[in-house]
């Protein structure tokens, strides 16, 4: 079992450095055409509708150099595992939250690691707002926390983001690919997009 692991891993760290090779317009253009990354659900309800205002690699405010997403939305927003695993840590004590450097150490947060070693982080939560425990196994769909505007954050919103290791051992973030009602694409920043139904 365990050789079995070490080698889904292996494998899995190959895909990163092989998508790693290509440019952030040319992953959203779909040029990627041996994609065989994950498909996540978007982690909201199903149904609900979202805006997301920041990208991966975007230069606009706070996300150039990262493969992350910042969603806009409500406070107290339902929150819901992108796709199943099990939580390895959580926060949820910070009432705190700004554009001060001090803020990057005030958000709430969870995450969950996958069954191909990687781990989808989901921050800014709000206060006493995640609902599921260190330890506990999620399926992809299911509630575990609430949006708030703890940490390094301006507004209330979701930052999610997926981490994973690449073929030479270092730690790194993954473009990550979702299903929304256009299909499995990676997001563009500015638009609105839908969880599939």
């Not at 700004?98 to 781990?119: F, M, R, V, W």
């Not at 505007?149 to 209330?156: D, H």
Request: net charge positive; with cysteine; glycine share 10%.
């Amino acid at each position: 079992m365990r050789f079995l692991f070490s080698a889904i891993c292996v494998f899995c760290a190959w895909l990163l450095h092989a998508q790693s090779r290509y440019t952030t317009r040319q992953l959203l253009n779909g040029r990627y055409k041996n994609d065989s990354s994950y498909i996540y659900s978007l982690p909201f309800e199903t149904g609900k509708k979202v805006f997301l205002i920041q990208g991966i690699n975007e230069t606009i405010f706070s996300h150039k150099g990262e493969r992350s997403l910042d969603f806009k939305i409500k406070k107290g927003t339902t929150i819901c595992a992108a796709r199943a695993g099990v939580v390895t840590a959580v926060r949820q004590d910070s009432d705190k939250g700004g554009l001060k450097p001090e803020n990057l150490a005030d958000g709430n947060y969870i995450i969950i690691q996958h069954n191909d070693c990687s781990t989808a982080w989901y921050w800014h939560l709000k206060k006493n707002g995640v609902l599921v425990q260190e330890g506990d196994s999620v399926q992809e769909g299911q509630p575990i926390g609430l949006s708030g505007n703890t940490g390094f954050s301006a507004f209330p919103h979701l930052h999610f983001e997926v981490q994973g290791r690449d073929a030479a051992g270092n730690y790194t973030r993954l473009a990550t690919r979702f299903y929304t009602q256009h299909g499995p694409i990676y997001l563009s920043p500015l638009r609105f997009y839908r969880t599939r139904r």
